[in-house]
């Protein structure tokens, strides 16, 4: 099962946090701030798979309503991420998942979120942050990854109708946010 899924730009800023199991927002932000440090920190070429820290690791393991302690293999464990220019795309996952699969799960994340913005950048996932969640939710729903086609993904979110597009052109240093022209090609609501 997928616990989280985190991105982080290299300043250390969430881009996105979809937890899977519920915690305390205090424990969320420490995590997001322990994991953020451990990642960042790592050289290019260290591997892409790290334990879970204890603070998550250990807030799990007390056994409910005073029954006897018992393996969990719900548990979140691993933490699994990528560094793609200027943000890290991170998993958290029990021992049940395959670290490997997982690495593709995120591949085809960026990969569709690639191919509906036209070249995604940091900018695309701020302002179009609905488009970030809507390719989430067409690959995992409720912590278990549901589709890994990229063309399924793709699809399914044109066809939700939440994809931003971008005036003619793709200028990204004209007027409004960004330089995404407010009103000019962008979809508008629901």
Known sequence: ??????????????????????????????????????????????????????????????????????????????????????????????????PLALLDLIQVFVEALDRLFENVCELDLIFNFETLHAVLGEMIVGGVVVETGLERVVQGVKEQGRVAKRPAGGDRSGSGFGGFGVGQGVWSGR
């Open 1 to 98: 099962m997928i616990n989280a899924v985190l991105v982080f730009n290299n300043s250390g800023q969430p881009r996105l946090t979809k937890f899977y199991t519920q915690l305390d927002t205090a424990v969320q932000q420490r995590l997001i701030s322990e994991i953020f440090t451990l990642v960042s920190k790592r050289p290019n070429t260290a591997c892409n798979f790290l334990p879970l820290p204890p603070l998550l690791a250990s807030s799990n393991s007390a056994p409910a309503n005073g029954s006897s302690p018992t393996t969990h293999t719900d548990t979140p464990s691993l933490i699994t991420y990528r560094h793609y220019a200027t943000l890290y795309f991170i998993l958290i996952s029990t021992s049940t998942e395959s």
